[in-house]
Structures are given as C-alpha cells and as structure tokens.
Nanobody, 120 residues
Framework: QVQLVESGGALVQAGGSLRLSCAASGDTICISTMEWHRQAPGKEPAERELVAAITSGGSTNYADSVKGRFTISRAKNTLYLQMNGLKPEDTAVYYC?????????????WGQGTQVTVSS
C-alpha cells in the first residue's frame, strides 16, 4: 500500500504561481507512473482531468491546457507540480495519483486532494 498526501494548494491571483507537493509513503519502491489530476467545481470524480504525468524514468506528459505553464517533477518519494501563469480556469481540487506494480500486480492510489483557487 501507498499513502499520498498533497499540499501547497492556496488562493492566488491570476498570473501567479503555486507549487504543489505530494508525499508518498509505504511501498514506494513499487511506484511507477505518478500523475496530477484535477476536478473542477461542479464536476464529478469521473470527470477528473489528467493534468500531467511522469514515469519512473522521468518521461513527462501534459494536458494541452497546461503545456508551457505547468511542470511536473519527482524527487525520491515526492511528486511536484510547479504551476506558473495561473488562470481562473485552473481552479480545481488537485489530486495526486500513483500507479504501482508489485509482483506483477497493478494497483492505483489517490491522495485526498488540495484546493487551488485562482481569482481574476
């Protein structure tokens, strides 16, 4: 099992920056890909948007809506999301997600989320 704890969410003005963190603990050796997802106000959990992903080898992928503004990175057992040039439409609860591969079994874990609010 893995526990994921996000932090760094806040209220910020448009054009500002935030850095989100996700600390992983437990069976972290099994973690492969880690991702940031977001759930906008009024959306259901099934409608969460994949914002950015990073593999264990460091390959990254971004949603078109955040390319050039957001940067995902990971160091040891912590996942980061550097968000620059924030826009009101970036307002959402941001969730950390981890895929685990342990003994050929696949698992997926979510954090509890951190609120990001961008004012215009």
């Amino acid at each position: 099992q893995v526990q994921l704890v996000e932090s760094g969410g806040a209220l910020v003005q448009a054009g500002g920056s935030l850095r989100l963190s996700c600390a992983a603990s437990g069976d972290t050796i099994c973690i492969s890909t880690m991702e940031w997802h977001r759930q906008a106000p009024g959306k259901e959990p099934a409608e969460r948007e994949l914002v950015a992903a990073i593999t264990s080898g460091g390959s990254t992928n971004y949603a078109d809506s955040v390319k050039g503004r957001f940067t995902i990175s990971r160091a040891k057992n912590t996942l980061y999301l550097q968000m620059n040039g924030l826009k009101p439409e970036d307002t959402a609860v941001y969730y950390c997600h981890a895929d685990l591969i342990c003994s050929s079994d696949l698992y997926a874990y979510w954090g509890q989320g951190t609120q990001v609010t961008v004012s215009s």
